[in-house]
């Protein structure tokens, strides 16, 4: 019935309420006459006038308020309020006409019994409709989600509201922490105590819980987490406060946990006002300004309010893209920013030269490389070239034009490599650093900011374990020892700007990232903040599998952050600067040249040994045996 009926279409509905409202009019009148004559009623005379003007006028002015383009399964106080409005003025223009023409037989007071009860009738249709329409919903979703809000705030009573219109879950009630609101009732949903969720969980099979705490602190987020990650459900997460500032919440707007949740601590929080100094009316590039580091860069610096905000990319698309996404942040902030894409390569030097000296920046921040350790271990030639002579492009086009900073995006990677991806990097430092040495207290200000995995990047785990899990696994882990730093694009994106504000000149700046973290344990907890159990030995009727798949080529069990040791403080309690020894230029040179030739000629093994020869602790990521060590 429910879906033969929800299936009609509009006009058909419409023309259906209408009937209705005219049968609910008549029958007011009926039941009006009856109670004012104390008699069952049956009209004679003038009395049918009434009962032919009752649904005359109540039609008309129910279309006037748009009565009949409500949804019924949506309606609310709103929408009654609307049905009392109308018929308001619908008994208002029948007494009129009653006080008017006087007809006898027809008491004067039908004026006012009748509407009264034609309101009754009308919005008790409209409100047994939707509660028909939404338990039947309700009964056909039963098996598809059944959803326990985590606190009984504001944003928690809009989810409810959100829910109830929506047909992906059944709301079981509201766990809080606050002791007050256990034993109450939300909108008829029970509030529960925090410490009864795993009894809930079992008495009821919930399978989700989502989190509607958007102003919880992240500390207090994490303890919520952990003290969930017991209990088999699927834990969500509700947008932040600004998204919720339009007062609305739907379905659609339920996340899974963001890579900050993932991450189990607090995210480096930077000084704004050092770099609202540093970069307001400023005129900005941004190398690899379409790829995840660099278009988060591009989010954060276009908050500073700089007056011209260039973007370098060889990515079409991606440069589309973000260009795109920053000119409607600036229209929704009411940004005066030029931003400006600008097609071009790194490895090209005369399209940076002309790029930089037509524009004339006074920062450039290159986070243009290939990061990918398989595929630049496969293609060592194009990573050298891109990761390192592009580098040095970046820097002599950096001088040449003037520009009063720039910072290299660099990475853990860089530190005792044992991939080429790696060694690349920390060669693209080793050129700054001897630049920065030979024009110190002149000129250009080069910089490196040197971080671990960044969660949520293209490449990174996280994307790539999610869509696993989705797909029924396996997790695949290429060892079990495998550790690895992790923060967040926007950490990464506010270190870089952060630390390149502090630069003097010639700094490798790292961040205290806190404790490394196992690849496995993020998969675990991953498959369970997804509500599901990791099939195992122990567990075989486990949900998702973790699968070894061994060490890619250049893969190390363990990465660092710094080569040397006693790093220095900074005026950022998380940010340390690296004391590391470096080449310099004229002896730099000389390896520069010896790897463009071995390049140009496709000389793996001399492009190797160019790396060992320069980097400190590189070792070729072929020999699986010092992989095992490194």
Known sequence: MHDRLMAWPRFGKQVSVMLLDVVLALFATWLAFSLRLDTLHWPSDNQWWVYLLAPTLAVPIFLRFGLYRAIFRYTGL????????????????????????????????????????????????????????????????????????????????????????????????????????????????????????????????????????????????????????????????????????????????????????????????????????????????????????????????????????????????????IQQELLALCQIKALTVEVVAVLGSVANPRRLGDVCGHFRPSWLYHAAAYKHVPMVEHNPGEGVANNVFGTLHVARAAIDAGVANCVLVSTDKAVRPTNVMGASKRMAELVLQALSA????????????????????????????????????????????????????????????????????????????????KVIQLARRMVELSGLRVREVDAPDGDIAIRITGLRPGEKLYEELLIGNNPLPTAHPRIMMAQEEFLPWQQLELQLEQLRLAIDTSDEAGIKAVLAACVHGYVDGGNSDLLALA
């Open 438 to 517: 030979q024009h110190a207290g002149a000129g250009t200000r080069f910089s490196m900011v040197r971080f671990g995995n960044v969660l949520g990047s293209s490449g990174s785990v996280v994307p790539l374990f999610r869509s696993q899990i989705a797909a029924g696994g396996p997790i695949t882990v290429t060892h079990p020892e495998v550790t690895r730093y992790f923060m967040t694009i926007p950490e990464a994106a506010q270190l870089v700007l952060h630390a390149g504000a502090m630069a003097r000149g010639g700094e490798v700046f790292v961040l205290d990232m806190g404790s490394p973290v």
């Open 78 to 321: 709103d929408a009654l309020l609307a049905i009392a409005k109308a018929v308001v003025v619908y008994g208002i223009v029948l007494s009129a006409i009653l006080l008017w023409k006087v007809w006898p037989g027809v008491p004067r007071s039908i004026g006012v019994l009748q509407p009264l009860v034609f309101l009754l009738l009308a919005g008790g249709s409209r409100a047994l409709a939707r509660f028909w329409l939404a338990s039947s919903a309700s009964s056909r979703v039963a098996s598809e989600g059944r959803l326990l809000i985590y606190g009984a705030g504001d944003a928690g009573v809009q989810t409810a509201a959100a829910i109830a219109n929506a047909r992906q879950f059944v709301l079981l009630g509201f766990v809080d922490d606050d002791q007050a609101k256990g034993g109450r009732t939300i909108n008829g949903a029970a509030v529960y105590p925090a410490q009864r969720i795993a009894e809930l969980v079992a008495r009821h099979r919930v399978t989700d819980i989502l989190l509607a705490l958007p102003s919880a602190a992240r500390s207090r987020r994490n303890e919520i987490i952990a003290s969930l990650s017991a209990v088999p459900v699927h834990i969500r997460t509700l947008p932040g406060l600004s998204d919720l500032a339009s007062g609305r919440v739907t379905v659609r707007d339920f996340n899974e946990l963001d890579v900050e949740d993932l991450l189990g601590r607090e995210p480096v929080s930077v000084n704004t006002g050092l770099l609202a100094q540093s970069l307001a009316a400023q005129v900005l590039l941004v190398t690899g300004a379409g790829g995840s580091i660099g278009s988060e860069l591009c989010r954060q610096l276009v908050l500073q309010r700089p007056k011209r905000l260039v973007l370098f990319d060889h990515n079409e698309f991606g440069l589309y893209n």
